[in-house]
């Protein structure tokens, strides 16, 4: 995608084209193409466009999810009750079909376009606003905002300066830096008199200790109950699908869970997560199932009897972690040997490390509190004319579309607000 159509002046110029920032523009665009007056610049550093989009859910791209709620969201859930009910799952699935994408619903209730291509949502976004006349001007790297002596905002990018009357701030946070997604939007909020919590990767893989078994169950995948614990108190429990890495773990009860990790160790705080192996069961109930199959299957070795109830690669390697020996004679297990085995299915330590960094991260924990917006139209409450949008916002969905959700939802009340014509 080529620099084309720069101009010098605009009503509305919008700052990083991903999700929110395209979404802006055309929900912009659209009621001022009917007053006859769009005039609408998309400002991007990169030369290819949408490459955060490209790459999510696998390159499938999961547009949204069949409901949201604030209770999938962390952040100030008042304001993200009203900035959902603005523009809804409901409306974005017929915002697509209306740009001729598609959806379709998965048994998670993940809403993907039919084509399985990640590419039918960034080219379907691109083509209608090339339709509605919006300028999208590649590789320019927005380097300043400033007050415009005149009125407005004046902004230095690669390619010179663009004078516009209203920006909508959506550079995203600093998740998959690669893509353009830095972290400057911050550097320009805070210019204008904006706060920014601490920003941390969340939807990120964990990486464990070396001496950790996690590269012999490398690919293995089974639901566990997670509990991160914070301080010695418990702060988040839920339970999913694990996947085991090369690196560690990863799998979408783990990616739900990071921020909690990440926001701890980035405030200096000691945090643990714990695996319960067996989520529908208590400590107790493994117990006396224990001491059941030791009683019944007095010869049956540890690791068969573990394997009744977890992956055979995990019953291994969970007995070599507690010392004890996988071939041993269930009947025969002393009692100190079961209370490993049982801490290590109920309760088991992750040896965690770090996080995996900003480039495996998939979305931005922290960022501008949501209280510093007018929740009605995404403006600034510092500054009139300024817009923020999207992962910008101190607010993170859960896995699972959410993140997309926020970006359509905030996009359209900006797109929609910057555009009005004044009173």
């Known amino acids: 995608m080529s620099n084309t159509g720069a101009c010098n002046t605009c009503d509305v110029a919008v700052v990083g084209a991903g999700a929110a920032g395209l979404a802006a523009a055309i929900f912009g665009a659209e009621p001022a193409q009917r007053a006859g007056r769009s005039n609408i610049v998309v400002l991007d550093g990169a030369t290819n466009l949408g490459a955060k989009i490209l790459i999510s859910g696998g390159g499938r791209c999961n547009v949204t999810h069949e409901a949201a709620t604030p209770k999938d969201f962390f952040g100030n859930r008042r304001i993200i009750k009203n900035v959902l009910a603005a523009f809804s799952c409901d409306d974005a699935v017929r915002w697509f079909a209306s740009l001729g994408v598609e959806l379709k619903r998965e048994q998670t209730g993940k809403l993907f376009p039919v084509t399985d291509e990640a590419r039918t949502v960034l080219d379907a976004l691109v083509g209608h606003c090339r339709s509605l006349g919006v300028t999208l001007q590649t590789g320019s790297r927005v380097t300043g905002i400033e007050p415009s002596p005149e009125s407005g905002f004046d902004l230095r990018h690669s390619h010179g300066m663009l004078r516009a009357k209203h ?192 480039n495996y991260a998939e979305v931005t924990a922290g960022g501008v509190p949501l209280e510093e917006v007018d929740y009605r139209t995404m403006e600034s409450k510092l500054v009139h004319g300024l817009y923020l949008i999207g992962e910008l916002l101190d607010c993170d969905g859960r896995i699972g579309g959410f993140n997309f959700q926020w970006a359509w939802s905030t996009g359209y009340l900006a797109g929609r607000a910057a555009a009005r014509p004044p009173l």
């Open 167 to 358: 920006v909508i701030l959506a550079t995203g946070g600093r998740s998959v830096p690669r893509s353009g997604s830095d972290g400057a939007g911050y550097d320009f909020a805070r210019r204008f008199g904006h706060s920014v919590t601490s920003t941390v990767p969340a939807l990120v893989p964990l990486v464990l200790e070396d001496a950790m078994f996690h590269k012999t169950v490398s690919g293995l995948s089974h639901d566990v109950e997670l509990t991160t614990v914070v301080q010695g108190r418990k702060v988040d429990s839920r339970t999913g699908s694990l996947l085991w890495t090369h690196f560690g773990i990863s799998g979408p009860v783990l990616m739900d869970a990071s921020r909690f990790w990440t926001l701890a160790r980035a405030r200096g705080e000691t945090a643990d997560l714990l695996g319960n192996f067996l989520p529908d069961r208590t400590q107790e109930d493994t117990r006396q199932w224990l001491i059941g199959q030791a009683t019944t299957h007095p010869r049956r070795s540890l690791c068969k009897t573990l394997a009744l109830v977890v992956p055979a690669r995990l019953a291994e390697a969970l007995c070599l972690r507690a010392d004890c020996d996988p071939g041993m004679a269930t009947g025969q297990l002393p009692r100190t040997d079961r209370d490993r085995i049982l801490q290590s299915l109920t309760r088991f330590p992750f040896p965690v490390i770090r996080d995996r960094g900003w």
